[in-house]
């Protein structure tokens, strides 16, 4: 978490040169981690389930600038009741690490956001409800109405210009200073994206200025990724859901994350051995 903290405050400049040591490090940590707290070294401890496809941004950087899938007229929500089977899969494997709705939508938008959170709460209490967001939306009724959810983590990502940044931390400066005032202990992490920040490639969907090439992996090990519809996909990165190992509607989580295939594949990147299309790309900076 420390490192994590140090790690969102380096700037862009610096944190190529900081990333492979910062990689080490978490490949160390997650071993470790995950050995002592699940008795199993390959175990997620993270998870982002796509609530909504929806997003009111076209980030240069990111695919939604050139797919046509988070559209208002395309928008597709995860059916409540699949949400609730997913948060009991986890809590079969009694999962206490942090949960976020979030893939390539915009979680704010989905007006169910706080019942879907009080219900993971209620299943979960002792996991980490976690808002990954664009913060336009972010704001001390929805923030208040969230907390009451169980939700008490953020990670605001800045997106826009310099101008457009700073105006933003700005903002959500002044709201985290609000929900403190308001005696809410509620944590703000800011991450500025610029389109010369060092991004991902999304396997190749996108052009960036500044890629940082991968020599080996921890994505798929440390981080399950759900889609709208209930696929369990490779990575985050996995944007058109083209490595699918299984539908969590018609399979238990636990069965499709000890699937013979997926464990050889997140083995494999794990050493750096890219064999997935989508795995080449992203490791070796390339585009389609
Ligand atoms: S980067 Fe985030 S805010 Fe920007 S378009 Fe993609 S999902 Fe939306
Ligand atoms: S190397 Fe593969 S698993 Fe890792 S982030 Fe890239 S696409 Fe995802």
Not at 33 to 60: P, Q, S, V, W
Not at 80 to 105: Q, V
Request: with cysteine; net charge positive; hydrophobic share 40%.
């Amino acid at each position: 978490m420390f490192l994590k903290t140090i790690y969102r405050k380096i700037p862009y400049e610096y944190a190529f040169f900081f990333r492979n040591v910062y990689d080490e490090i978490v490949k160390a940590y997650l071993f470790l981690f995950h050995i002592l707290k699940y008795g199993n070294a390959d175990m997620f401890n993270n998870i982002n389930i796509e609530t909504t496809t929806l997003c009111n941004r076209r980030c240069g950087y990111c695919p939604n600038s050139f797919f046509d899938r988070s559209l208002k007229h395309n928008e597709k929500l995860m059916p409540e009741d699949l949400f609730i089977k997913i948060l009991r899969d986890l809590k079969s494997i009694k999962f206490t690490g942090r949960i976020s709705p979030h893939f390539y939508g915009e979680p704010l938008l989905d007006k169910r956001l706080a019942g879907l959170m009080s219900m993971a709460h209620a299943i979960l209490p002792k996991a980490k409800l976690e808002i990954y967001t664009n913060g336009d939306l972010l704001d001390i009724p929805l923030m208040e109405n969230l907390y009451e959810a169980g939700v008490r983590n953020y990670v605001v990502a800045l997106h826009g210009d310099k101008k457009e940044n700073e105006l933003n931390e700005e903002r959500i400066g002044c709201l985290r200073q609000e929900i403190k005032t308001a005696g809410k202990k509620v944590a703000i992490d800011l991450i500025n994206l610029r389109d010369d920040s060092y991004l991902s490639n999304r396997g190749g969907l996108v052009s960036v200025k500044n890629i940082a090439k991968k020599v080996f992996c921890q994505y798929a090990s440390n981080a399950l990724v759900i889609n709208y519809a209930g696929d369990v996909l490779l990575c985050c990165n996995d944007y058109l859901g083209q490595v699918s190992f299984g539908n969590v509607a018609k399979e238990t989580l636990p069965e499709i994350w000890n699937k013979p295939g997926f464990k050889k594949i997140r083995k494999e990147i794990r050493k750096g051995i890219f064999r997935a299309e989508i795995c080449r790309k992203c490791s070796a900076g390339a585009v389609r």
